[in-house]
Nanobody
Framework: VQLVERGGGSVQAGGSLTLSCVAS????????MGWFRQVPGKEREGFAG?????GTLYAESAKGPFTIDRYKDTLSMQKNSLKAEDNAAYIC???????????????????WGQGIQVTVSS
């Protein structure tokens, strides 16, 4: 299983950020995908993901600012009006779908990408 993040780099404050994550190697059982981010000195924090029923899950702080969308094996993320606090490593995660059909990539992630750094410059 492999998760590969794309995008990132240096972005101007006030600008927009678009990241994507491509998954490969999963078996026939479904999976769901999500995004985490990690600021130096702090724990990794999950903030958005797609669920087993196709719905989306956002942390309270992420509702509104972040938008995610999944199409086949690719999960994309967009955020506008970037601020210095958005400086972080953004990490793609995935969770295997359970037999029941449920899937939550924020609380039950068992696959991780390497992460991609986003630097917001003023």
């Amino acid at each position: 299983v492999q998760l590969v993040e794309r995008g990132g780099g240096s972005v101007q404050a006030g600008g927009s950020l678009t990241l994507s994550c491509v998954a490969s190697g999963f078996s026939s059982r479904g999976y769901c995908m999500g995004w985490f981010r990690q600021v130096p000195g702090k724990e990794r924090e999950g903030f958005a993901g797609t669920l087993g029923d196709g719905g989306t899950l956002y942390a309270e702080s992420a509702k509104g600012p972040f938008t995610i969308d999944r199409y086949k094996d690719t999960l994309s993320m967009q955020k506008n009006s970037l601020k210095a606090e958005d400086n972080a490593a953004y990490i793609c995660a995935a969770a295997s779908q359970r037999v029941s059909g449920s899937c939550d990539p924020v609380f039950y992630a068992n696959y991780w990408g390497q992460g991609i750094q986003v630097t917001v410059s003023s």
